[in-house]
């Protein structure tokens, strides 16, 4: 594939649906003292070129531990995969060998973090940093990696790139910082970008412009792009589709526009209801009670079945599984799924 850094040119770009990641019933657990934490309990997912999916979930839901075992960061102790796929492209990534993987994940796939200055060195000047990629890659002289390093910062906005190629991660702003992550994700031309709350320590204006930069390259580039967050509020208007997370499970997948107009999970209910509203100044915010829960002793049954306000006995003794949903005329609703067992009066009543 060709770069557009180095060659100046529009990259390849990817046709929009083509199948890039799927994730099918992913089990990831650690082995801790106090036992075996089974962090994620069969995930699927699958994101396509030109496609934003969102992650959603309180914290310790999973997303991020199986954001990492598709960027092969974790499959080593305490962190186990003991079953399932990650299809990059139709091949699984698991099953690849060490230097298919490496190629797959160094540029295939980029990953921005929340933590800009914690995934910068801080003691390199962030050009060193953006240029180091087409050094060690390209084999590109200090000059020309320099060029290349001011032309990702101004292709992420960073205003006066010229000046500031020379300057350290920490004399820039939060935001400024972030750009800098994605301008070194975007550095290898990756299918797929993976951004694990990559605007939650930013405040909420700065947030929309990153969130907006990012929506952009995608379009542009046609990537694909795995959001998570625990925020429904920033998704809104990026994501096509969304996939919520609970205890290490899927529990309701829904076009984004979908998921907002009618959840059909009553956690999903619960997260809607929690988001700020304007109409609703002054009103105390809902928020679901009680706490996930311990990934160590997760509920028997439907894992959320404590915090549910709708309950019932068959909850308490059987798991869910994830059910394709149906309009009320019977009819499948696309990429609809719900693992509960009242979705229809959840999503019909
Ligand atoms: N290194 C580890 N050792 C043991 N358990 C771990 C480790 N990393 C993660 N876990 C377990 O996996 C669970 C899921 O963690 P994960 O980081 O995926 O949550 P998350 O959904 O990304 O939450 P957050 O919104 O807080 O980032 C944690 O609650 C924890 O129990
Ligand atoms: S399965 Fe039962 S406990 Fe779980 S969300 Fe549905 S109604 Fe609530
Ligand atoms: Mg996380």
Redesign the pocket.
């Known amino acids: 594939m060709t770069t557009v850094i180095e060659n100046n040119q529009q990259p390849d770009r990817l046709e929009v649906g083509t199948p890039l990641l799927e994730v099918k019933d992913l089990h990831?657990e650690?082995?801790?003292r106090d036992g075996i934490?089974k962090?994620?309990n069969g995930v699927n997912y699958s994101v396509a070129a030109g496609e934003t999916l969102a992650?959603l979930?309180?914290?310790?839901?999973?997303?991020?531990?199986?954001?990492?075992t598709i960027m092969g960061i974790?499959d080593m102790p305490?962190?186990k995969v003991t079953q399932g796929e990650i299809l990059y492209r139709g091949q699984d990534m698991l099953k690849m060998s060490n230097e298919e993987r490496r190629r797959v994940r160094g540029r295939k796939i980029a990953m921005i973090f929340?933590d800009a200055l914690s995934a910068l060195n801080p003691v390199l000047s962030v050009g060193y940093q953006l240029g180091e990629m087409f050094r060690v890659h390209q084999g590109a002289s200090r000059a020309e990696a320099k060029a290349k390093a001011i032309e990702l910062m101004d292709r992420v906005r960073i205003p006066a790139a010229k000046q500031r190629v020379n300057d350290y991660p920490h004399q820039f702003s939060g935001g400024m910082r972030q750009r800098i992550m994605i301008a070194m994700a975007l550095s290898l031309q990756p299918d797929l970008i993976i951004a694990?709350?990559p605007t939650t320590a930013l405040d909420v204006t700065v947030q929309a412009q990153v969130m907006d930069l990012l929506a952009e390259l995608q379009a542009e580039y046609n990537m694909g792009l795995i959001l998570?967050?625990?925020d429904l509020g920033v998704v809104a208007d990026v994501a096509d589709k969304i996939a919520v997370?609970y205890a290490?499970r899927i529990v309701e997948t829904a076009p984004v526009h979908d998921l907002y107009a009618k959840p059909a999970h009553p956690y999903t209910k619960g997260l809607l209801r929690s988001i700020p509203r304007l109409d609703q100044k002054g009103q105390e915010l809902y928020a679901i009670k009680g706490l996930?829960p311990?990934?160590?002793k997760v509920p028997t049954g439907c894992a959320f079945n404590p915090r549910c306000d709708v309950a019932t006995d068959l909850c308490r003794t059987e798991t869910p599984a994830l059910h394709q949903v149906t309009g009320k005329d019977g009819v499948e609703l696309t990429g609809r799924r719900s693992a509960c067992h009242l979705w229809k009066e959840t999503l019909h009543g």
């Open positions: 990831v650690f082995h801790t934490a962090a994620v992650v979930g309180e914290s310790g839901s999973g997303k991020s531990v199986t954001a990492q974790l305490p962190g929340q694990d709350e998570i967050t625990h997370m290490g996930p311990n990934l160590l």
